[in-house]
């Protein structure tokens, strides 16, 4: 007897040449993304160029492995839908602390610990979305946009602070010239082109800058041409109590990031997301995220900007995000291709993160615009939330005489800020409002 049921789209095997240019498109929609934040750590602890393009390769090889990992599911974990991964920012502040007062080893002994709470916690998370409603998920994506801001500003005026040319005007032109490209790219092209027009702006303003000698290049011809990640590259892993719980906290964050890219992503396909699909994606999470922390990267989750391409190309396929995974592991393995990246002037990234990280911020802005304020203490969970997430974005050492574990918990403005949102609107609004509208209604039919 024939079948009458159709495959869902997003089971759907696309041909090869198809499944290499969606994927691609994928790659580079979140390539400026993904490399961000190892720009940042390695920028922050003072790293070297070669230890910042090891990090480069890193991340991108496990972004891959992560990514194969979501898309075609192994063991009990990944959702099977078209996710890509990428590092979080939720965690760059708290990294950088850690980072600074443990190394790089403490970062991924916290990283590691952390990747296993998140998957042996994945199974009562999934349970507990009553406590994150829109109202919760728009304030803490919003206190990321804005905590990471001063980031792009920095690389703006050239990087460093301290330095005798810092803020001066001709590095200043050129972020300002750079945040123009992206904004040209982006309201002029259209679809793909314009999807990459942060990736497009940094390329173009990379060329811009040559000239000016901006641009040092010097580590290209140096890089080799064939680099494997190897594990605990920069030492064994060593565990810090309170780094610990830093990182468990912004581990939370991430659980919250992912559940709302799953159900943005399974509304967009029109496959329902279950609990137990949930349970999934979070348990992908986690193993990547302890995986990161072995093979010299960073915790891992679902990357939004992802999630936007996937509606505009209507590509509901599961295999064209598995391609993309394979493109990263291939790039993670040639490190000319990070030392190049590495090559990319601070200015030029500052104009590019301007929009990159304000693109963070709109996003939360306009999860909140769906919110429900009147009649509500809504508005008292945004305003405080966001109150406390600015508290070390305005005064850095506001906590300078709070014991040191607390200090790794605070100073990151948008882990405080998260917890004050989960705990405010715990309080304020309860518990039993519904997190999330309702994705099960509307079945696809074959």
């Not at 290049?217 to 680099?227: D, E, H, K, M, N």
């Not at 393995?333 to 990159?356: D, E, R, T």
Request: charged content about 10%.
């Amino acid at each position: 007897m024939q079948n009458n049921q159709m495959k869902h789209p997003v089971d759907e095997m696309l041909p090869l040449g198809q499944l290499f240019t969606y994927g691609l498109q994928h790659v580079l929609a979140m390539y400026a993304g993904a490399v961000a934040v190892p720009l940042i750590i390695a920028n922050a602890l003072g790293l070297s160029k070669e230890q910042l393009i090891y990090l480069i390769n890193a991340d991108l090889f496990t972004c891959g492995i992560a990514t194969l990992i979501q898309t075609l599911g192994f063991w009990n974990m990944g959702i099977r839908i078209p996710i890509i991964q990428g590092v979080t920012f939720a965690a760059v502040t708290p990294m950088i602390i850690i980072g600074k007062t443990h190394g790089l080893t403490g970062i991924y002994g916290s990283i590691m610990v952390a990747g296993l709470v998140t998957y042996l916690m994945s199974p009562y998370f999934s349970r507990l979305i009553r406590f994150f409603p829109p109202v919760v998920t728009g304030t803490i994506i919003t206190i990321i946009g804005v905590t990471l801001m001063p980031v792009a500003v920095r690389w703006a005026a050239g990087g460093n602070p301290a330095a005798k040319d810092f803020a001066a005007f001709p590095y200043i032109c050129m972020a300002l010239i750079t945040l123009v490209l992206v904004l040209f790219l982006y309201r002029y092209f259209k679809g793909f082109l314009s999807n990459i027009a942060v990736l497009l702006g940094l390329i173009v303003g990379t060329l811009i800058a040559i000239p000016f000698g901006m641009v040092n290049f010097s580590q290209v011809s140096t890089a080799a041409w064939l680099g494997i990640t190897t594990p605990f590259a920069f030492g064994l892993p060593t565990f810090d109590a309170a780094s610990i719980i830093a990182m468990v906290l912004v581990m939370l964050v991430v659980m919250t990031e992912t559940t709302g890219d799953c159900i943005a992503v399974g509304e967009i396909i029109q496959k329902p997301i279950t609990q137990q699909d949930l349970t999934r994606g979070l348990r992908a999470d986690g193993f990547s995220t302890i995986l990161g922390g072995i093979l010299n990267s960073f915790p891992y989750t679902a990357f939004a900007q992802n999630v936007g391409l996937v509606g505009l190309t209507r590509v509901k396929s599961r295999f064209v995000v598995a391609a993309a995974g394979i493109i990263l592991i291939v790039l993670g393995l040639f490190p000319k291709v990070a030392a190049i990246i590495s090559a990319i002037p601070n200015p030029v990234l500052g104009g590019a993160g301007i929009a990159m990280f304000g693109m963070v911020a709109a996003s939360g802005i306009k999860t909140l615009s769906k919110v429900q304020f009147d009649g509500t203490h809504n508005i008292m969970v945004v305003a405080i939330s966001l109150g406390v997430g600015m508290i070390t974005l305005a005064v850095p050492n506001f906590y300078q005489n709070f014991p040191s574990w607390a200090q790794v918990i605070l100073h990151s403005g948008i882990t405080a800020g998260s917890v004050a949102a989960i705990l405010l609107n715990a309080v304020l609004n309860g518990t039993d409002q519904p997190a999330k509208a309702d994705i099960g209604k509307q079945e696809y039919i074959g």
